[in-house]
């Protein structure tokens, strides 16, 4: 089994240097980061649990849910998160709430009695009643994919990404527009997209318009049938 020396010889650095890369200490520059965790990767090193996880002071878990695991945006999310945490010797514990509010207040509830040392979080309506809660057990919690009004966020500019497909189907040539979008999810997508075609003299026909449940997206993704039908619709 390797060492964390083999790996500081892989990666032709100091072994403080790996551990600080392991610790994601700020002041490691990205190719030093990178170069170790690329000797990592090749010698299959694995970081030992620090001996404050090992007095119980620290779990090493990071909880993570999300809505489902079919939306292959959210696999995608959930393969970087296990790659950083490995990096820095964490285990991931992954659930998910299928956007059903009283599963995800279970799930949270759940994660934190199993003892998690932070929270990454997709959640439901259910993060305002929660709020408070979570921010009581002092455990960090970073939403992500959305804005959070409570927690640290990270999300894409959807005003940005929306105006960019409009724009697209504008200068192809395209005269009629529509959407199929989740009701409560995509609405400032929605807008975005709709007034860069109206500004451009061009109209979103009403019949063109579907507006689906929260969550019934992948649903709908995971029955082509379904889904041929409303594109059919848009036709």
Same mark, same amino acid.
């Given at each position: *089994?390797?060492?964390?020396?083999?790996?500081?010889?892989?990666?032709? /650095?100091?072994?403080?240097?790996?551990?600080?890369?392991?610790?994601?200490?700020?002041?490691?520059?990205?190719?030093?980061?990178?170069?170790?965790?690329?000797? *990592?990767?090749?010698?299959?090193?694995?970081?030992?649990?620090?001996? /404050? %996880?090992?007095?119980?002071?620290?779990?090493?878990?990071?909880?993570?849910?999300?809505?489902?695991?079919?939306?292959?945006?959210?696999?995608?999310?959930?393969?970087? #998160?296990?790659?950083?945490?490995?990096?820095?010797? =964490?285990?991931?514990?992954? =659930?998910?709430?299928?956007? %059903?509010?009283?599963? !995800?207040? +279970?799930?949270? &509830? @759940?994660?934190?009695?199993?003892? $998690?040392?932070?929270?990454?979080?997709?959640?439901?309506?259910?993060?305002?009643?929660?709020?408070?809660?979570?921010?009581?057990?002092?455990?960090?919690?970073?939403?992500?994919?959305?804005?959070?009004?409570?927690? &640290?966020?990270?999300?894409?500019?959807?005003?940005?990404?929306?105006?960019? $497909?409009?724009?697209? #189907?504008? +200068?192809?040539? +395209?005269?009629?527009?529509? #959407?199929?979008?989740?009701?409560? /999810?995509?609405?400032?997508?929605? @807008?975005?997209?709709?007034?860069?075609?109206?500004? &451009?003299?061009?109209?979103?026909?009403?019949? &063109?318009?579907?507006?689906?449940?929260?969550?019934?997206?992948? =649903?709908?993704?995971? +029955?082509?049938?379904?889904? !041929?039908?409303?594109? !059919?619709?848009? =036709?």
């Amino acid at each position: *089994m390797a060492s964390l020396k083999d790996v500081a010889k892989k990666a032709g /650095v100091s072994t403080a240097t790996v551990s600080r890369v392991l610790n994601n200490h700020p002041g490691v520059i990205p190719e030093t980061r990178q170069a170790v965790r690329d000797a *990592m990767d090749f010698l299959c090193y694995v970081p030992m649990k620090s001996a /404050v %996880q090992l007095n119980g002071k620290c779990s090493g878990l990071i909880g993570v849910v999300l809505p489902n695991l079919v939306n292959p945006h959210f696999c995608e999310l959930l393969a970087t #998160f296990e790659e950083e945490a490995r990096y820095i010797g =964490k285990s991931v514990i992954v =659930k998910t709430h299928q956007n %059903q509010p009283q599963q !995800d207040k +279970h799930t949270i &509830h @759940s994660l934190i009695g199993m003892g $998690i040392d932070s929270l990454l979080w997709v959640p439901t309506d259910a993060e305002a009643e929660l709020s408070e809660w979570l921010s009581a057990t002092k455990i960090p919690v970073a939403v992500v994919t959305q804005v959070s009004r409570f927690f &640290h966020s990270v999300s894409i500019n959807q005003t940005k990404g929306a105006e960019s $497909i409009a724009a697209h #189907f504008i +200068h192809t040539g +395209h005269t009629a527009f529509g #959407f199929i979008a989740q009701e409560g /999810v995509d609405n400032r997508k929605v @807008s975005a997209y709709s007034k860069k075609i109206t500004g &451009h003299g061009l109209q979103l026909a009403l019949a &063109h318009q579907f507006w689906i449940g929260k969550g019934e997206g992948e =649903k709908t993704s995971g +029955h082509i049938h379904n889904l !041929d039908v409303i594109i !059919d619709k848009l =036709k």
